[in-house]
């Protein structure tokens, strides 16, 4: 098992930036893939960002040249910088940790509401 837990979400102006954290624990080693995703009210979960093995790393096109993902091993934290937000933003924002060995199962934190407005 995994356990996540994110932090760092909040009220912010459009441009303003944020920074959230997800602190992992558990069978960290077992975890290939880790991500962000987000769901805005009446509106799917979508990807935001993943970061794998070597950090390698993808963004949804929403969020490239904005935002940028990135892991701490030694902590066991991976974060997600969230620059020039706009209220397209809203969202509730969801830690993902991926296994893919013998099987693919999907960990996911509580969510951190990030809220864009004036």
């Known amino acids: 098992q995994v356990q996540l837990v994110e932090s760092g979400g909040g009220l912010v102006q459009p441009g303003g930036s944020l920074r959230l954290s997800c602190a992992a624990s558990g069978s960290i080693f077992s975890i290939s893939v880790m991500g962000w995703y987000r769901q805005a009210p009446g509106k799917q979960r979508e990807l935001v960002a993943q970061i794998s093995g070597g950090d390698n790393t993808n963004y949804a096109d929403s969020v490239k040249g904005r935002f940028t993902i990135s892991r701490d091993n030694a902590q066991n934290t991976m974060y997600l910088q969230m620059n020039s937000l706009n209220p397209e933003d809203t969202a509730v924002y969801y830690c993902?940790?991926?296994?893919?060995?013998?099987?693919?199962?999907?960990?996911w934190g509580k969510g951190t509401l990030v809220t864009v407005s004036s």
């Open positions: 993902n940790a991926r296994r893919l060995e013998p099987f693919i199962v999907d960990y």
